[in-house]
């Protein structure tokens, strides 16, 4: 299985496979017809409680990763992603600027371990 992150200020690629935006905020500045999206997924993005109350804080990392994978074992728009994920290329699609610490890399490690 090939799960991909890539920022939406980024360009696409032609091998993205599957483009699905994971975030529930549209992202600033972005044209929706310029994303060319297969799907925007709000629903697998984390709560807005657990969102407000990691801010993008890295010494919060590793707590806000176990919050978001309680969030998602009980998320239908999560195992509908592990099934995509097990057909073929996802590309996570996120508007956060740090790309280490955000959503979309949480859940593709969340779909890795579930898809694997």
């Avoid at 690629?13 to 975030?23: P, Q, T």
Wanted: glycine share 4%; charged share 45%; with cysteine.
């Amino acid at each position: 299985m090939d799960i991909r992150t890539r920022r939406a200020y980024d360009d696409m690629a032609e091998n993205d496979g599957y483009r699905v935006l994971v975030d529930r905020i549209w992202p600033r500045g972005v044209a929706k017809e310029d994303l060319d999206l297969d799907d925007w997924c709000k629903d697998v993005a984390p709560s807005d409680d657990l969102r407000e109350w990691f801010d993008h804080d890295p010494e919060k990392w590793d707590e806000f990763q176990q919050r978001y994978r309680k969030e998602l074992d009980h998320n239908d728009a999560a195992k509908d992603l592990v099934k995509k994920a097990r057909e073929g290329r996802v590309t996570l699609i996120y508007g956060a600027k740090d790309e280490t610490h955000n959503n979309a890399q949480a859940l593709r490690d969340y779909l890795r371990d579930k898809a694997g």
